[in-house]
């Protein structure tokens, strides 16, 4: 069974009136997630199917119009970012530091010792795609080595191919 809505009854009337002049239709939301639990007895998840939010975001559109009403400004917390991170950016640099610079002088950047880097600062086994995701924050998109080598001389290599010496099962022209 639902529990009753504990809001203040004038609360509620503002809720309604918003509901009829609502030009946004978040404006619209969320007056119906402070009116529909009032006027019909529902609980919050199903108030969140009736206007399409789950029930975490009827009761943050709950606590937002309250705010709005008691005159509160909305200070809105920061969605997203990565919550879930091994290192910070930095930490990230300083790893990825000697591997990129390795690779900027010719060489090739293989993933394996970095990813046993990664994972001894972490403390703990990390999938490949992490260390893959890390290369792509970084700016690193090569996954794999240039069609030349970077100390290539295009000059050097026409001038040996017009004196080099033929094969023997070549035919002069």
Do not use: C
């Not at 700016?139 to 033929?166: I, M, V």
Request: a positive charge.
């Amino acid at each position: 069974m639902a529990r009753k809505s504990s809001l203040d009854r004038s609360v509620v009337e503002l809720a309604l009136r918003d509901v009829k002049n609502a030009k946004t239709a978040d404006q619209l939301r969320r007056a119906q997630a402070v009116a529909l639990p009032d006027v019909f007895g529902v609980d919050l998840d199903v108030t969140g199917r009736m206007i399409g939010k789950s029930r975490t975001s009827v009761a943050r559109l709950r606590r937002e119009f309250r705010a709005l009403s008691e005159g509160l400004d909305l200070a809105r917390r920061h969605w997203g970012g990565r919550r879930r991170q091994n290192m910070k950016r930095e930490e990230e640099e300083a790893l990825l530091m000697p591997f990129l610079e390795t690779a900027k002088r010719g060489g090739i950047l293989v993933v394996a010792p970095l990813k046993d880097a990664y994972e001894q600062a972490v403390g703990h086994h990390v999938p490949d795609s992490t260390v893959y995701r890390l290369l792509a924050r970084h700016g690193w998109r090569k996954l794999a080595p240039d069609k030349r080598h970077p100390k290539t001389d295009p000059l050097a290599q026409e001038e040996f191919k017009k004196n080099s010496p033929r094969s023997s099962g070549q035919k002069k022209s």
